[in-house]
């Protein structure tokens, strides 16, 4: 075939493609009573950005107050409609929670969420810190335990800390802190002497936070470690030699591709064998 | 000196020596216009109220309450004994509720029973000490026959 030819074929599949994600799913219209069952049926469902839902207010709001719908990420607020951002799976979490399932590996800060940061610099009474997102956070040097004005925590240029966003919006610049909200530190600041940090990405992070991890079970049964997991997608791990540390630094970035089955046989073999 | 309260001015009215004989209801109602004279005076827009939308679409950015993320510390097999007692903390807030009504009963060191036991014997001590010394001796001698306390202590005369 010829260049023309070619160029014209691949335009003719995308077009019918694109006709048919027009005409297959449509503009989701319901009524604000309906909305949830129209969220309901897409559960499990593979959607793509643009596609979207449109909810109509009743008249009158006297009778039936409708509930409320949460929007996690991957779905969009546009005035009364919610549109999907990313493609992935619609998940539904008890009561009225409704997020995407997709998987990434740039980081985009969110407000609460635990990171590990790298200090880049000190300047005055913030310290910058580098988050992997599209610009440096801040922390102050007062959101330590037990720091005042007299008291400055020891933190150096270079440290690794795990702390907490505060603000985190594409408006403002990334706020950061290392206490909670009574001021208490629960295992946030700099931590690490010695370890390994290195990067994974979003989705396998997620998979060794969640509540019934099957890779974190594994990783229990081989040796004493010690791992802290950003969810910005930073890993950092620590163990008694410098062999041992790179085997558990190898075997979570090996993780992401594998299934269950050759991730278990894996494990076995390094914890019977190579050690 | 007016007979009828309308031929009085307002302002007149409106002195205290003049309100100490009125009803609370009279006192209300001229609170309010007072109110409404002040905010006549008072400036304001003209714009129709605005009603805030209510908003039932909520938007959430973070994985962390979807997925129910864990705490991202974690130490295995004893390598950092804090971070572990880190774990526990964080990770069971929602465990902890359930476990809350068994827990309340277990942290305390002794039992009921114990407690209600040791009451017992407490109240026994205490009343023995604050007892006179005739009522203590009785008080002793409790668990023995009580034929013996039946006779009257009395002046024996001697028999010589």
Known sequence: MGELQRVYFRFCCFFLVFLCHIYCFPYQKCTFTDMLSCFKDKVGDVLLPGDVFSFQMPESITDSKPEKVVCGPGLRRNGDEVLVCKSGILRHKQPNLYWIDSQQRRYVPGKGESVIGIITAKSGDIFKVDVGGSEQASLSYLAFEGATKRNRPNVQVGDLVYSQFIIANKDMEPELVCIDSCGRANGMGVFGAGGLLFKVSLGLVRRLLAPQSEIAKDLEKMFPFEIVVGMNGRVWVKSKTIQQTLIVANLLESCENMTAQQRQTLFRRVADGSI | ?160
């Open chain 2, 1 to 160: 000196m007016a007979n009828d309260n309308a031929k009085l001015s307002k302002n007149l009215l409106r002195m205290k020596f003049m309100q100490r004989g009125l009803d609370a209801d009279t006192k209300k109602q001229l609170e309010e216009e007072e109110r409404r004279i002040i905010s006549d005076e008072h400036w304001y827009l003209d714009l129709p109220e605005l009603k805030a939308k209510e908003n039932f679409i909520i938007e959430e950015r973070s994985f962390g309450p979807c997925e129910d993320l864990k705490y991202g510390r974690m130490s295995f097999k004893g390598f950092n004994t804090e971070v572990e007692k880190l774990m526990i903390v964080m990770n069971a807030p929602n465990e902890e509720e359930l476990e809350e009504e068994e827990m309340s009963r277990m942290e305390t060191d002794i039992t009921d029973e114990d407690m209600a036991r040791r009451y017992e014997s407490l109240v026994g001590s205490m009343k023995k000490k604050f007892a006179k010394k005739r009522e203590r001796s009785v008080i002793e001698d409790v668990n023995q026959n009580a034929t013996e306390t039946e006779t009257k202590r009395a002046f024996l005369k001697p028999q010589d």
